[in-house]
């Protein structure tokens, strides 16, 4: 049985399409990634596989549930952990995982073992009767991951996991969410816009304007790009390109003055394309090809590394006031 | 069905965690009541002087007060989906596998059992103001309050549904509090009073909440009750009628509840 498994599914908000049938499949144990910039219809496809937005069209399935007509089913495996936190900052940590094992129906003695286990996992246990607000966003997060395993789900979403958090924090979460697949044999899907962090992920479908336009491994998806990135400048980028294009038949693009193109064997190609180049070089490079670079040549456009909407900072806002 | 039972009794304890957890919130509540019965007790009892045999102005305006403290701590139970909405908790709730009805239940329940435990700490002042407490007079204080309580906390929470933002549902409940207070026969018997007054006073249901539990302590026999078209109300006709509408309250909150998405 497929963890997820999903069959044209769309979703539109008025005039919107925010996502236009897509379809995949995943496996149990598998960490999957939605990669996208934001606006994509990434939250869109996780609230629905939550049971939360009801699809205008296609079908999906969640640990063999189907999303619309057995919604309880689907509630009950899956654990989330949404972008914005949704723990109650008036309770303590221990409070906020109690009332998640009374309303998902734990049973008493799992329960607390389970809250003793996991917030020793997320290293928490000893501020467990602090008050949440007193956390800061890296703790507030593990807490949520803490808290979307606590009825053993055999899913686990995380929509954007380690948005706005630094880069040490992300690693921190990272090494928890690797350790947990493993010990309990968990499927794993989440969002993510951070190029980095989709290179965690054993596949990635990228998404872009509610398609998605490619779905692979990442070694996968940067291998179909074509190669080894080499990048140069020199005084007219448009004669250099004409150059490249005639001389090694790839398409080269031009970007801030920079032209690129992909080779295999770069290592190789390289000392070549010193040697045989007609102008003067001011700069050679060449590296594996990244994510973004994936992204850029799937979609045409680069992934906008968006800050939070308007609509985010003012809510944000409003709670520093509250608080 | 145990879906949401579940639900009804988890977002319930909820709500009695988080107002033991807030001192503040709890001792702010008994401002308003006790600013009341302290400027207008002290400024009025003397010049009222007894309203009806053995009863000044103070008592009959005591068992008004705790009506009163039921009204704004119930409508609060409508403050915290708001603000459960704001902080994002709504959704943690939302994609439990509870239902939406136990939600709507559990907050009402939530509302009603803190009004309950307001309205009884308020009895606190019943010697100081020379009010007799019995075990039977508390013992029937109690269900007259979570029927009036659970029908108020069900208009706090359908407010809610309606509104985004804290402060907006703050505003209008303000705007709804003061009439409904002021034209419910708290501070003054609403027999006695212009016939504009008294039909609008007669139509306010929380007018049947506060002779009620007026009615409890100090008796009928004083001929402050409220009348309807000549019938002196009794406690079990205006727990019906109160019940009556608060279970429509229920029902509308739980219908708009579950439409939204």
New interface residues.
């Given amino acids: 049985m497929k963890a997820i498994d999903v069959e044209n599914l769309s979703r539109r908000f008025g005039k919107i399409e925010a996502v236009k049938e897509i379809s995949f499949a995943i496996e149990e144990g598998e960490i999957f990634g939605f990669l996208g910039p934001n606006g994509a219809g990434k939250t869109t496809t996780i609230n629905m596989l ?5 699809p205008g069209g296609g079908s999906a399935r969640v640990n063999g549930f189907d999303i619309v007509r057995q919604r ?1 089913d689907v ?2 495996s899956i654990g ?1 952990v ?1 972008q ?8 303590s940590a221990e ?1 906020n995982l109690r ?2 094992g ?4 734990v049973p008493a003695a799992l329960r607390e073992q389970r809250i003793h286990d996991l917030l020793t996992m997320v290293e928490l246990y000893d501020r467990r009767q602090h008050k949440v607000r007193t956390f800061s966003g890296g703790m507030k997060r593990r807490l949520e991951i803490a808290r979307g395993l606590l009825h053993l789900p055999r899913v686990l979403f995380l929509d954007e996991p380690t948005l706005g958090l630094d880069p040490q924090t992300r690693k921190h979460i990272w090494d928890y969410l690797h350790d947990l697949r493993q010990r309990e044999n968990l499927t794993i899907f989440l969002t993510t816009h951070y190029m980095d962090e989709a290179e965690n992920c054993g596949r990635i479908a990228v998404i872009d304007h509610g398609r998605i336009v490619a779905m692979d491994t990442p070694d996968g998806l940067k291998n179909a790009v074509g190669g080894d990135l080499v990048t140069f400048s020199t005084a007219d980028a448009q004669a250099a390109a004409q150059f490249v294009r005639e001389q090694y038949h790839v398409e080269p693009q031009i970007q801030d003055g920079q032209v690129r193109f992909h080779v295999t064997s770069g290592e190789t190609f390289l000392p070549d394309f010193v040697r045989e180049f007609p102008q003067r070089l001011l700069s050679v490079g060449l590296r594996r090809p990244t994510l973004e670079d994936v992204f850029l040549s799937l979609t045409g456009h680069e992934i906008r590394d968006s800050e939070l909407d308007a609509k985010d900072l003012m ?1 944000q806002h ?2 520093r006031w ?1 608080r | 069905m145990t879906e949401i039972w579940r639900g009804v009794w988890v977002v319930a304890y909820r709500e009695i965690l988080r107002f033991v957890g807030d001192r503040a919130r709890f001792l702010s509540s008994f401002a308003m009541p006790l600013l009341f019965l302290i400027i207008f007790g002290a400024g009025f009892t003397r010049t009222i002087g007894a309203l009806a045999q053995g009863v000044n102005y103070i008592q009959f305006m005591y068992p008004g007060i705790i009506a009163m403290t039921v009204l704004t701590s119930s409508l609060f139970a409508g403050m915290s989906v708001v603000a459960d909405r704001e902080f994002g908790f709504l959704k943690e709730i939302l994609v439990a596998p509870i239902g939406r009805t136990g939600i709507v239940l559990g907050k009402a329940a939530g509302g009603s059992l803190v009004a309950l435990i307001q309205a009884l700490v308020m009895l606190v002042l019943a010697p100081i103001l020379g009010v007799k407490l019995t075990p039977t007079l508390v013992l029937s204080l109690i269900p007259v309050v979570i029927i009036l309580s659970l029908g108020l906390s069900s208009l706090g929470v359908l407010i809610a549904s309606f509104m985004q933002s804290q402060q907006g549902f703050q505003l209008f409940v303000q705007i709804l509090i003061f009439p409904l207070i002021f034209l419910a026969g708290v501070f003054f018997p609403v027999n006695n009073v212009p016939a504009w007054m008294e039909i609008i006073s007669k139509v306010n249901p929380l007018t049947y909440g506060v002779d009620a539990i007026r009615q409890i302590f100090l008796g009928s026999a004083h001929g402050l009750g409220v009348t309807v078209f000549g019938h002196v109300m009794t406690v079990p006709s205006e727990m019906a009628l109160v019940g009556v509408l608060g279970a429509f309250l229920l029902l509308g909150a739980v219908i708009v509840f579950n439409r939204q998405e």
């Fill in positions: 939550c049971t939360l937005l009801r309880s509630r009950r989330l949404f914005q936190s949704t723990l109650d900052e008036q309770l409070q009332f998640h009374y309303a998902y129906g809510r409003m709670q509250q």
